[in-house]
C-alpha cells in the first residue's frame, strides 16, 4: 500500500435543515403545501418561517485520510453519517463546511441503479450508466462481455430493467461500477442485496480492486464482510468518527459502545428523525417478555413481541417484520406478517402489535433485534438494534466453542440394539 493520501478531509460537515410539517409525498400534495403557505403568508416576505426548520448536522468536523490502495471499511447505525460522507466526498451533495481533496477518479456505486432508466433494457442502461459514471463508450464495448458474465443476467440483458428483480438490478448497478477505470472506489451498502454467490463475487471483486491499486471505500452493516476485506475501519456516531483504527478493534468498539450501549428507555421516537423511511409511521416502543426476564429468554423458551407504532398517514398494506442480527451484523432469523400469513388490517391510528413465539430455538447468545415496517416494499421505518434479545442456555453443559450454531433443535439420540 502506497503512502500517498488519495483522499483528505479537513474538518468536514454536512448540515441539513429539518422542516417540523410532514413532507408531501408526491407532487399534487406539494402544490397544496405551496399554495397553503402562500395563502396564509401573503403579508410576509415569503421566507419560510426559521421556528418551522431545525438543524441535523448528518456530519461534523470529520477529518480523514485515506491511503492509496487501502480498503477502508465505515460502519455505524443508521442516520450516523456514513452515507452522507460518501455523498459529499462523490459530490453528490455540498458539504456545509470544510474541506475534501480527492485524487483521482471516482467511481461511486451510493444508490442502486441511480441513472438507471426503467423502460431501457438493460444492455441499453449499461452504456447509459457508464457513461454516467465518466466511462467512454469505447471502453464499455470492449467490457461489456465481462460486465454482462460478472452480473449473471445474460438471458435478460435485452430485458427493460424495470421487469428485473431488485437482485438483479444490483448486479447489474454493482457490475458497471466495478469494471469502470477510476482510482478510488466508494461502494454503499451493496451486499445488502443479492445471494450468497453474488455477495462472494463481490468481496472477491473489491479485494481485486484493492490489489490493483485501486482505493476503496466501504460502507456496510455487514460486519463479517468488513472484517474480511478491510484492514483499516471507521465507526461514525452521530455524524462524527468515533473511532479509526484496526478493523477488529474498530468492530469490538462498535459492538461494545454503540450496539450494546443503546438504551432508549423503550422509547424508539427519540431518534425516529434519523431512521431510513417515509415516516409515514414510527416504531414508538418495542417490549419483549421471555420465559427468563425481560429481554431474555432460555433456548427454546417462550417469548412475546410488543410493538408500538405511531401512524401519521394512512398505510393500506403495511408489513412488519422482526429481524435477530448476530454480533456480526448477519441476519439469522426474520419474523415477518407476510411470512406467517397475517394481514396487517389498513392503518390510520397509533396500534400495538403482538408476536408470540412459543419456541425460540435460537443458540445461547446475544441478538440484536431490529423492527422494519414496509408497505408493497416501500420502507416506512426501520431501527437498527431496537432492543438485545439474551438467550440462556437451557442446560448447565458447556457448548463447544468450535461448534457454535445459532439454532439448538431438539433430538433424538439412540443406539441400534
Not at 477529518?63 to 480498503?71: A, H, N, P, R
Not at 451533495?93 to 481533496?101: C, I, N, P, Q
Not at 470492449?142 to 445474460?154: C, T
Request: proline fraction near 2%; glycine fraction near 8%.
Amino acid at each position: 500500500m502506497s503512502e500517498l493520501k488519495i483522499i483528505q478531509t479537513n474538518r468536514l460537515g454536512k448540515k441539513y435543515l429539518l422542516d417540523k410539517a410532514i413532507r408531501p409525498d408526491n407532487l399534487r400534495e406539494a402544490v397544496a403545501a405551496f399554495f397553503r403557505f402562500t395563502g396564509h403568508s401573503a403579508a410576509t416576505t415569503g421566507t419560510p418561517n426559521p421556528g418551522r426548520s431545525r438543524e441535523l448536522w448528518a456530519l461534523k468536523e470529520v477529518d480523514l485520510q485515506v491511503q492509496e490502495g487501502e480498503i477502508l471499511g465505515i460502519i455505524g447505525k443508521n442516520g450516523a453519517g456514513k452515507s452522507t460522507l460518501l455523498k459529499v466526498l462523490s459530490r453528490v451533495t455540498e458539504a456545509t463546511e470544510g474541506s475534501a481533496v480527492i485524487h483521482g477518479r471516482i467511481a461511486s456505486l451510493l444508490e442502486i441503479g441511480i441513472g438507471f432508466h426503467p423502460d431501457l433494457t438493460g444492455r441499453e442502461n449499461v452504456f447509459l450508466n457508464a457513461a454516467l459514471l465518466g466511462m467512454k463508450r469505447a471502453a464499455v464495448k470492449d467490457r461489456f462481455d465481462e460486465i454482462v458474465e460478472f452480473a449473471g443476467i445474460g438471458d435478460f440483458i435485452d430485458t427493460q430493467v424495470k421487469k428485473y428483480s431488485s437482485g438483479m438490478f444490483v448486479r447489474l448497478a454493482f457490475s458497471i461500477a466495478a469494471h469502470l477505470d477510476s482510482e478510488v472506489v466508494f461502494i454503499d451498502e451493496v451486499l445488502a442485496v443479492g445471494d450468497t454467490d453474488f455477495q462472494k463475487k463481490c468481496i472477491a471483486r473489491i479485494r481485486s480492486v484493492a490489489n490493483s491499486g485501486r482505493t476503496v471505500l466501504f460502507v456496510s452493516h455487514n460486519l463479517a464482510a468488513i472484517e474480511q476485506l478491510c484492514n483499516r475501519c471507521i465507526v461514525f456516531d452521530h455524524g462524527r468518527i468515533g473511532y479509526d483504527g484496526k478493523t477488529n478493534a474498530a468492530l469490538n468498539y462498535y459492538r461494545t459502545n454503540i450496539l450494546e450501549k443503546t438504551d432508549r428507555h423503550g422509547n424508539l421516537e427519540i431518534d425516529s428523525e434519523k431512521r431510513p423511511g417515509n415516516g409515514r409511521a414510527r416504531f414508538q416502543f418495542l417490549k419483549i417478555t421471555g420465559d427468563a426476564s425481560d429481554n431474555a429468554i432460555l433456548t427454546g423458551g417462550a417469548v412475546n413481541f410488543e410493538i408500538g407504532l405511531k401512524v401519521a398517514k394512512q398505510i393500506i398494506e403495511p408489513r412488519l417484520a422482526i429481524i435477530f442480527k448476530d454480533q456480526s451484523g448477519q441476519v439469522i432469523l426474520k419474523l415477518s406478517t407476510r411470512d406467517s400469513q397475517f394481514a396487517l388490517p389498513t392503518l390510520e391510528n397509533d396500534v400495538r402489535v403482538n408476536c408470540r413465539v412459543p419456541e425460540l430455538l435460537l443458540a445461547a447468545r446475544i441478538y440484536q433485534v431490529d423492527l422494519w415496517l414496509n408497505e408493497r416494499g416501500q420502507t416506512i421505518d426501520y431501527v437498527e438494534s431496537a432492543e438485545l434479545l439474551s438467550v440462556i442456555s437451557a442446560t448447565e453443559s458447556v457448548s463447544d466453542i468450535y461448534y457454535k450454531g445459532f439454532v439448538e433443535i431438539p433430538a433424538a439420540w439412540f443406539i441400534n440394539p
